[in-house]
């Protein structure tokens, strides 16, 4: 683990400060700071200028539309930019950008290319994700929303769930079962959905935090051209799993700033309210510290893999139960610091569904209270904790494996007949 950066990321990291001082409002303190409403119009304007400066698609070749940048250089474009509270993209670019528009880069035809990407950079294609449905979360090779081809078209059925900022897209890529003869991890198509025709039907499904995030997808008699598949017919489980380029490496260190920044913000309300004079209160206050250390050194671990050119590995299932169990202790803590006033919130509530809030968020009883509601989710979104543990388990401890019940056709399954 390399906790040092080469000479040359100092100087691109000074290029990409002087790029946020001369583009951001001067009282900016984050987005955070905004109220939801202004944070969407300011989101949506920032993006443009993103596009005009080239800081969309870091990764992406400028043959393509990206910046083209290296791993490192894409590193410190996302730590300035969480240090600064500054989006990197507007709420659909990590579906369309970072999933989609790598995963294409990888497996998708020429012409594929031309047409989308550009769309996707331009913001007049914005992208959703197609995958978990009511039957198929964390297994998601028992997926049965089907597509069945009609000549020079794919009629789709079925249903999909969990779909984050669905209500806002366009398009979505769909993974679809195309054989259902086939072993459940084959048989499977990887496609590319407009969503803007009859036969698709998204309903919203309300959080406790009383937000609307995620939504359910229902597709009857949908349609999308022969020509819309990514890879190859009932090859879709590899492109579905392929590894999505440098902004997870980038993801590594600034996702150790969010929960040190989260942090600091509680330590801030504790002493406010007198908390620190509790001993216990200090004991669950240093346990977190503890972790956002722990959390801080992972992120170096992972990013010397990533600039070594080292894919990432079961290790992150390690970092994934890590946090999301983290956050959960520290927004718990955070209700006991406020005390009765948990009970009653007032003020803004937070402008994210997952992870830490925004940078600049104001530190009241509304905001706290909606991370902790939001955080009772995070060891299920992005594959459940039990799921991560099978990971570790079975693939770094050695241990055995789960006995299974699920082999064969997909149809031969109980419930798929």
Request: proline share 5%.
């Amino acid at each position: 683990m390399d906790l040092t950066y080469p000479p040359e990321a100092d100087v691109f990291r000074a290029k990409v400060r002087a790029f946020l001082d001369a583009n951001l409002p001067a009282d900016w303190k984050g987005i955070g700071a905004l109220n939801h409403e202004d944070a969407a119009a300011f989101t949506t304007q920032w993006r443009k200028v993103l596009h005009q400066n080239g800081y969309l698609a870091l990764s992406w070749p400028k043959e393509v539309g990206g910046a083209g940048l290296t791993p490192l250089e894409s590193v410190v474009v996302a730590e300035e930019f969480a240090r600064a509270g500054a989006p990197t993209g507007g709420p659909n670019d990590g579906f369309g950008i970072t999933m989609l528009g790598n995963t294409m880069l990888r497996w998708g035809t020429d012409e594929q290319k031309r047409h989308y990407l550009p769309r996707v950079l331009s913001g007049e294609d914005l992208w959703c994700q197609g995958y978990s449905e009511p039957a198929a979360g964390s297994d998601l090779g028992n997926l049965g929303c089907r597509a069945v081809l009609d000549g020079d078209e794919w009629v789709i059925n079925g249903q999909k769930i969990w779909t984050s900022a669905g209500h806002l897209a366009t398009h979505i890529f769909v993974l679809a079962r195309t054989d259902p003869t086939a072993a459940k991890h084959r048989g499977i198509t990887f496609l590319l959905v407009d969503m803007r025709q009859p036969g698709v039907e998204v309903r919203p499904i309300k959080m406790i935090s009383g937000e609307a995030e995620f939504n359910e997808v229902f597709f009857s008699d949908a349609r999308c051209p022969k020509e819309n598949v990514v890879g190859e017919v009932n090859g879709g489980w590899a492109v579905a799993m392929t590894l999505l380029g440098n902004e997870r490496g980038a993801g590594a260190s600034v996702q150790a700033l969010g929960f040190r920044g989260e942090f600091d913000k509680l330590v801030s309300l504790a002493k406010e309210r007198g908390a620190t004079d509790d001993p216990v209160i200090r004991q669950r206050l240093a346990r977190a510290h503890t972790k956002v250390e722990i959390m801080r050194f992972f992120g170096y671990k992972a990013l010397t893999s990533f600039l070594k050119g080292t894919a990432p590995g079961v290790d992150a299932s390690i970092g994934k139960l890590f946090w999301s169990h983290h956050h959960q202790e520290i927004t718990e803590l955070s209700l006991d610091v406020l005390g009765a006033d948990a009970l009653a919130p007032v003020g803004q509530t937070p402008q994210r569904a997952f992870g830490c809030d925004a940078p600049g968020s104001p530190n009241d009883s509304a905001n706290w209270a909606g991370v902790f509601y939001n955080a009772r989710a995070g060891t299920i979104y992005a594959g459940t904790s039990q799921v991560q543990k099978g990971i570790v388990g079975e693939q770094i401890l050695g241990l055995p494996k789960e006995p299974r019940a699920d082999g064969g056709a997909w149809n031969t399954i109980p419930g798929h007949g």
